[in-house]
């Protein structure tokens, strides 16, 4: 096999292939060029999101070409694949905005050279296309029959599916063609749930240009799915109480970031090694063999240097090892800002739990607290009338508010 497929799936990336063999013998004559895209449904992307670009590093490190497509036009619609419901519909100038978010993001973590890698965006294609054309391009290469049988319309069919939804595939597929047409891409990768809409992009390449090693082998086409990573315990990763873990510093502080990873379950620890770290597989091996709090430590810190730079990593390391080891640089903790004034007359427990965000609400913050959850500077409070002042100010001047054993808040004074 291939070299870079071994490396996809020694690292757990490998799901399903349209044609293994084939992709393994042509990526043994040389590189390919090769796709992987995201609607920019969202202000930032979210760590769920980075499987296939990390695929992406690994593939183009093998000397692989790839193209990173901004789903410009598609976002328009909406991708039902893993969808319960329609998605919100939102304007194209927030898309358009979107789109320049995640560029920057996916940029800075893969580093588009123009040569090695490089994005575009389906906008371009898609944009101002005729609709009845391209229905009769390219929606006659479709059958309805078959299109119902792939799971992301079985399971919407149950609750719903809107008439623009069922078009996506129709619009996914052409991507590979344009990409194909432009740019001689002859692989698309994805998530599992991705698999109707990426074999109906080899489907139509072939249809619309013979793409078969029999007849054309110049116009051949491949899809590569990784398996939807979940956790140990079945929920989806990448996912809090507080929502996703998102890649934007204003949506999850590089601490809370960081803290995600450090949390994790022992069991998940070397799998999300082997998926988000570009560690040797012997290392990795060989750090999970041990502490395992060390290790997930660790597994936080590489995500961390990846995602945010090293800088960032060792701030968040820091802090974490302040607050829950005695040790490090208490000003990398969280902190929360409060008025001299305001302590001076006291301020609620609860109310202090929600507006330092330890806590989202004040009838949370009362179980936390009911339930001995929650602890200034080390000693749990279990009054919920109780009133913080300037007497818990400890000897350095500030509070080290926790709730629970994992979420805490250094309180200081402004």
């Given amino acids: 096999m291939n070299k870079a497929l071994e490396i996809l799936k020694s690292r757990g990336f490998f799901a399903q292939c349209t044609d293994e063999k084939g992709l393994s013998d042509l990526m043994d004559k040389g590189p390919v060029t090769f796709y992987v895209g995201c609607d920019p449904t969202g202000p930032s992307l979210h760590i769920g999101h980075m499987v296939p670009f990390f695929a ?18 598609t976002a328009r619609i909406g ?51 005729n ?19 792939f799971e992301a319309y079985k399971q919407r069919l149950e609750k719903g599916l809107s008439f623009i939804e069922f078009n996506y595939q129709l619009l996914q597929a052409y991507d590979f063609l344009m990409l194909h047409q432009r740019h001689n891409c002859v692989l698309q990768i994805g998530g599992d749930d991705q ?88 290392e990795i091996s060989a750090i999970c063999c041990g502490d395992i709090n060390k290790a997930k430590e660790r597994l936080a810190f590489e995500v961390t240097s990846i995602i945010h730079g090293k800088d960032e990593a060792e701030k968040a390391l820091d802090g974490a090892r302040a607050a829950f080891c005695g040790e490090g ?17 006291g301020i609620g427990l609860l109310s202090l739990m929600t507006s330092s965000g330890l806590t989202s609400s004040n009838s949370d913050a009362r179980r936390l607290v009911a339930g001995n959850g929650a602890s200034i500077n080390g000693n749990v409070i279990s009054d919920v009338k109780y009133t913080v002042t300037v007497g818990d100010l400890d000897s350095s001047g500030e509070i080290i508010l926790k709730a629970g054993k994992k979420k805490f808040t250094r309180i200081v004074i402004g």
């Fill in 195 to 282: 698999w109707g809409n990426i074999t109906a992009g080899v489907d139509l390449i072939r249809r619309k240009l013979g793409g078969t090693a029999e007849l054309n082998a110049e116009h051949q086409a491949f899809g590569l799915t990784f398996p939807l990573i979940t956790r140990s315990d079945g929920k989806k990763m990448g996912k809090t109480e507080k929502g996703a873990v998102f890649l934007d510093k204003s949506l999850t502080s590089v601490f809370d970031f960081f803290q995600y990873w450090r949390n994790v379950a022992d069991p998940d620890v070397e799998k999300f090694f082997k998926l988000f770290t570009f560690l040797p597989l012997d």
């Fill in 56 to 73: 992406l590093r690994h593939l183009r490190n093998c000397g692989h070409r790839g193209i990173a497509l901004i789903g410009g036009g």
């Fill in 131 to 149: 609709y009845i054309d391209f229905l009769r391009d390219i929606g006659s290469c479709f059958s309805v029959n078959k299109m119902l049988t």
């Fill in 79 to 129: 991708d039902p694949s893993g969808k319960t419901e329609m998605r919100k519909m939102i304007s194209y100038d927030q898309i358009d905005e979107n789109s320049e978010n995640i560029k920057k993001q996916l940029d800075k973590f893969i580093g588009f050279d123009g040569e090695t890698a490089f994005s575009d965006n389906n906008k371009n294609w898609l944009a101002g296309m």
């Fill in 329 to 345: 640089n208490r000003e990398m903790m969280p902190s929360f800002t409060v008025l001299k004034s305001d302590l001076e007359k």
